[in-house]
């Protein structure tokens, strides 16, 4: 299993099942998921604020379902089921190496949550 599914999985379980009518077809590839019954986890963990997708080039929204996902994903997930949150103090404490790294600046806020918490290591950047 990859470590995409697995981490849905793991969201989807925090996040419960109960998926608003406002949040159906929130992504416009929601119909090409890997495996049936997706659609309403997915709609689950984006209402939760869980897992947000992305825009495409045509300025769609999309999950993404098929791809792998990222490192800064990750951290990002595990940021948003921790509940905590980080001071601009300790982002910026982090910001040169997280720069150096070529971190997406969304993930700034994780990242350096994740550093200071001792989630990750400066080597993990």
Not at 37 to 43: D, F, L
Not at 85 to 96: L, R
Request: aromatic residues 10%.
């Amino acid at each position: 299993m990859n470590r995409k599914a697995v981490l849905f999985l793991a969201a989807v379980m925090t996040a419960g099942s109960t998926v608003s009518a406002a949040a159906a077809e929130t992504f416009e590839d929601i119909n090409d998921v890997p495996w049936g019954g997706a659609q309403a986890y997915i709609n689950s963990v984006y209402s939760s604020g869980l897992m947000v997708g992305d825009i495409n080039e045509d300025g769609e929204r999309v999950f993404r379902a098929k791809d792998n996902i990222s490192y800064s994903e990750t951290v990002q997930l595990v940021y948003a089921l921790s509940g905590d949150q980080t001071t601009d103090e300790v982002i910026n404490k982090w910001a040169g190496d997280m720069r150096n790294n070529n971190i997406p600046r969304w993930a700034y806020e994780s990242t350096a949550y994740a550093l200071s918490a001792v989630l990750i290591t400066r080597s993990d950047l």
